[in-house]
């Protein structure tokens, strides 16, 4: 799992992430390509590589001549365009025109605070309602983690906003052009809590 905090932006048509030390009068500072990012994580030996990708705070910015975000859709592409066998997925913090919120109160991201929790062991067996295979095991797994963080995002932002907004993280796998469905892949197991030491 790779998660990652910083401002996506579309600059002349390639997709980057900015570095604290980006300057807009310097080509060479502060950006990276986000294509040469998921290139570096695709060779990792890892069996199963989940990016998490908490990018959609900044919707415009004219300095840069960026009158319309297009990183989440130059996303898709450099996703489409890796190598299946690669098994990277790209979990985004919102869709395409979408902004990602900001929990002023857990001083973080709603799309940080509801992965952190779904990993924590929240989104285990989140899906048993639907999939009576799918009971709470200490296992989170690829789907239900999904499932977990898509839905309660999208609650925050439609509660929050008084449903003026909304929020829809996406599900991106490498070789593809379209969002997937998440597969029965397990992520982590979940410790099981600690025994108490008996007084006596």
């Known amino acids: 799992l790779v998660y990652i905090k910083a401002h996506g932006v579309s600059i002349n048509g390639t997709a980057y992430l ?33 990016v998490a990708l908490d990018t959609g705070h900044l919707e415009s910015d004219p300095q840069m001549g960026m009158l319309t975000n297009e990183f989440t859709h130059l996303l898709k592409q450099a996703v489409a365009g890796m190598r299946a066998n690669s098994n990277v997925w790209v979990l985004t913090s919102n869709s395409l025109f979408e902004r990602a919120l900001v929990s002023h109160k857990d001083r973080r991201s709603a799309f940080a605070y509801y992965l952190a929790e779904g990993l924590s062991g929240k989104a285990d067996g989140v899906l048993s ?13 690829l789907d ?18 008084d449903d003026q907004q909304a929020q829809t993280p996406m599900l991106l796998r490498a070789g593809s052009a379209d969002e997937v469905d998440a597969l029965h892949e397990v992520l982590l197991q979940i410790d099981e809590p600690a025994s108490k030491e008996s007084k006596e």
């Open 18 to 50: 900015l570095e604290e030390d980006f300057a807009l009068s310097d080509p060479a500072a502060g950006r990276l390509s986000i294509a040469d990012v998921l290139s570096y994580i695709a060779d990792s030996p890892a069996r199963l590589k989940l």
């Open 144 to 161: 239900e983690l999904i499932h977990f963080v898509r839905g309660y995002v999208g609650q925050y932002a439609r509660v929050t906003s």
């Open 129 to 141: 309602d639907q999939d009576k295979t799918k009971v709470a095991d200490r296992l989170v797994q």
